[in-house]
């Protein structure tokens, strides 16, 4: 018989947006009723369709493979060149990184999730908490945890708890972490890193020769002119730090797909017989064997978010998943809740009233209010007593949201 990775049974059971659809059907199920009236503000997904620069050069780049004398099969397996020079024009420019340092993905969660493959056993791995739970259960795959407890917190793993106190922002642990993995602006908090913050955790991985996997899916919402929207904007992070973009978000690519990892050559981590090894030939090595390359139309439509229209487009994304935000930190306010995040970031982070879990709060607001919230606790046991809500709708929707926030205060 095959032997499982074992490790697979250490995980709870589902992953947390399976679970709370689960949860959401069997509601719709037992109240046929109320099913029409759900809206959905749990897993931050993109509602408003797609740029129309995007769309545009998605029909080019399919016109181009239905001709004989432009067809593509297979593209590089790195992502099409014009694609990674319009990320470093973009994105890094004045940065120091080069094209043939990004590489095009299908998704951050997948990027996130595979980039354990370049690294070896026995690391002592840093989340904050709560945390994006892709992080923590691809470490529980890669058999780099012991087991959980029951409020799902596993061994083997150094938390770094965020809370009101240091503003959801985790300051840099007393021991020694190997690979830290850092989320700004953060899901599931919306808290954002000032400069002095993220130099504070360069710094620290440069004396403990500790890799950062920096996730900046998010980064497109930071309003505020002062804050970094990429670790390679502090100085020393080229030599410690891998970046994680994601196109889902900002060009609402999440139906799409793609992404892309930076890493500059400079990044080492360390081989059995104790020499430094740039992490970008293991990740190129990894990338070609495993993957074939985001699709060509989808790259074209990718890197059309960069010309002048598409610019502007993917800012009235921004401006209106922003706007949201503000309604729903404004009424989860109103409504006597501890508000964070949405500023700077598409998700409220919101206390629940006194006495309710995360969890109570989640039936509470579907059962009374038929709105779908995360709860908190499902980001790790420092999210116990917050829920999130997803700026990610319609302004039809999140007003209607907002109207029923109040009446539940009420
Ligand atoms: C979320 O709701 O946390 C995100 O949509 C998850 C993701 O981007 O994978």
Known sequence: MAAINSNFLKLKAGYLFPEIARRVKAYSENHPAMAARI????????????????????????????????????????????????????????????????FISDGSKCDTGNILDIFGKGNTIAITDPVYPVYVDTNVMAGNTGDADAQGTYAGLLYLPCNAANQFVADVPAGKADIIYLCFPNNPTGAVATRAQLEAWVKYARANDAIILFDAAYEAFIQDPAIPHSIFEIDGARDCAIEFRSFSKNGGFTGV?????????????????????????????????????ASYPVQKAAAALFSAAGKQQVAALIAHYMGNAKLLREA???????????????????????????????????????VVITPGSGFGSAGEGYFRISAFNSRANVEEVCRRLMTLAA
């Not at 992404?259 to 740039?278: E, F, H, L, N, T």
């Not at 109103?334 to 989640?362: E, I, K, Q, R, T």
């Open 332 to 370: 989860a306010a109103a409504a006597g809740l501890p508000v964070f995040g949405g500023v700077n970031a598409p998700y409220v982070w919101v206390g629940c009233p006194p006495g309710l879990s995360s969890w109570d709060m989640f039936d509470k607001m579907l059962g009374e209010a038929q």
């Open 257 to 293: 797909r793609c992404a892309c990892v930076v890493i500059p050559k400079s990044v080492c981590g360390q081989a059995d017989d104790g020499s430094r090894v740039p992490l970008h030939q293991l990740w190129s090595r990894r990338h070609t064997t495993k993957f074939n390359g």
């Open 39 to 102: 809206i959905r503000c749990g897993i931050g997904d993109v509602t408003e369709p797609l740029p129309p620069a995007a769309v545009q050069a998605m029909h080019e780049g399919v016109a181009e493979l239905a001709d004989r004398e432009t067809f593509k099969g297979y593209g590089p397996e790195q992502g099409y060149g014009f694609l990674r020079q319009a990320i470093v024009d973009h994105q890094f420019a004045g940065l120091g990184i080069s094209a043939d340092e990004v």
